[in-house]
């Protein structure tokens, strides 16, 4: 079945009690039981609930996964992840990353004992460098937010194989529709599922898709057993926006490109960053592993003064000034100050993430609207 197809048909079959074509919300907290025991499949939404088991089949199958689990957050599914290990494990990530992955590495994890190194990993030598017999995990975010390097999937997998460690990827940037990280070898992918999965920024939500029944069980384990789920009326909206991914893909990545190149010749724009230009330092990687580029582009102002960003920020009318990314609207953020404030400055200018720096998530709109947009707010 390809992409188009499965959006809008995977998980979802036709109510087997009512025959209603969508999949109903099953706003329910509990089931009947005949007898103790004795209950068609579900005893209590927090461990299963029919709406969300839809959703669940349907991320796994466009990510070419075997099981999908889904969180009440992207952070709820990369804290399931972190709970697979043990005091004393160490795992290796990427120096450029979504602030609050950062936040409860750091913050939450490393108070149990677990260690966690930060290495710039678009260069895999640097990832090897830090692997010892602690290391446990690789977490991969491609492309990172926000300076939009890629990290080459296939390449972290062989690493990941020859240490005997897990390799996980956030895919929340690229959708299933970019980028399919178990077929080039991961172990778990992650989404925030608010972002483009959802689609319409109106839902919370995370997601884990894996190919391994173990890693499946052992992770509906901690779900269940943690309980960060999401409730029915959210799977519902996300299963409708599901639908629409790879038409809204398309264009995000059609705007992204224009948005982009607009931008790489404008006389007063600093540095532009979105992996599809020849000109990005891992557009070989972007090409082999992603089917095209979307539509998240970072760039800063000549000069490099924060004011300068600010204003522009201020000005905009489209690119809206929000945390959050991935919707049919367009959005802008000041990443040092906003989505990236809980890393420490010093390690912001190691991942090059200067104060200067704006982040756009470029809607499904009209680009020569946004283009305007961009025209009278940078002048
Ligand atoms: O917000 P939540 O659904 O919990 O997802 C966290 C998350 C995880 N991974 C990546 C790559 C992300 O971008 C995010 C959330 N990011 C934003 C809110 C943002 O504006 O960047």
């Not at 669940?56 to 952070?75: D, I, R, V």
Request: some cysteine.
């Amino acid at each position: 079945m390809k992409f188009g197809t499965k959006a809008i048909h995977a998980g979802v079959e036709p109510d087997p009690s009512t025959g209603a074509i969508m999949t109903p919300i099953f706003q329910t907290s509990t089931y009947v039981q005949t007898s103790p025991g004795q209950h068609k499949g579900y005893e209590y939404s927090r461990s299963q609930n029919p709406t969300r088991h839809a959703l669940e089949k349907s991320l796994a199958a466009l990510e070419n996964g075997k099981h999908g689990l889904c969180f009440s957050s992207g952070l709820g599914a990369i804290d399931a992840v972190i709970k697979l290990f043990s005091p004393g494990d160490e795992i290796i990530s990427t120096n450029d990353l979504y602030g609050g992955s950062y936040r409860i590495f750091t913050k939450i994890f490393e108070k149990y004992g677990l260690k966690f190194h930060f290495v710039p990993m678009h260069d895999t030598k640097a990832i090897e460098e830090k692997i010892s017999d602690k290391t446990k995990m690789l977490w991969v975010e491609t492309p990172t937010n926000p300076m939009m390097n890629i990290i080459d999937i296939e390449a972290s997998s062989r690493l990941a194989k020859k240490h005997k460690l897990v390799l996980a990827v956030d895919n929340t940037f690229s959708t299933p529709y970019l980028q399919n990280p178990l077929d080039l070898g991961a172990d778990i992918v992650m989404h925030s599922v608010t972002k483009y999965i959802g689609g319409h920024s109106d839902v919370v939500m995370g997601a884990l898709v894996v190919n391994d029944d173990s890693l499946q069980e052992r992770l509906a384990f901690i779900q269940n057993s943690c309980g960060a789920v999401p409730g029915p009326q959210d799977c519902f909206l996300v299963l409708r926006g599901i639908k629409t991914l790879h038409i809204r893909m398309q264009r995000h990545s059609e705007n992204g490109r224009k948005i982009a190149e607009y931008l790489n010749q404008h006389p007063k724009v600093g540095k532009v960053y979105w992996p599809g230009l020849p000109s990005h330092p891992n557009h070989e990687v972007a090409k082999k592993q992603m089917r095209d580029f979307g539509g998240m582009i970072s760039f800063t102002l000549k000069g490099d003064k924060q004011e300068d960003a600010i204003k522009v920020l201020e000005k905009f009318k489209y690119f809206t000034l929000a945390e959050s990314l991935g919707g049919v609207e367009s959005l802008s953020g000041h990443p040092a100050s906003m989505t990236h404030a809980s890393i420490p400055k010093e390690d912001r200018d190691i991942a090059g993430l200067k104060d200067s720096l704006i982040r756009l998530s470029v809607g499904i709109e009209d680009a020569e609207d946004l283009i305007e947009d961009l025209k009278q707010a940078i002048g």
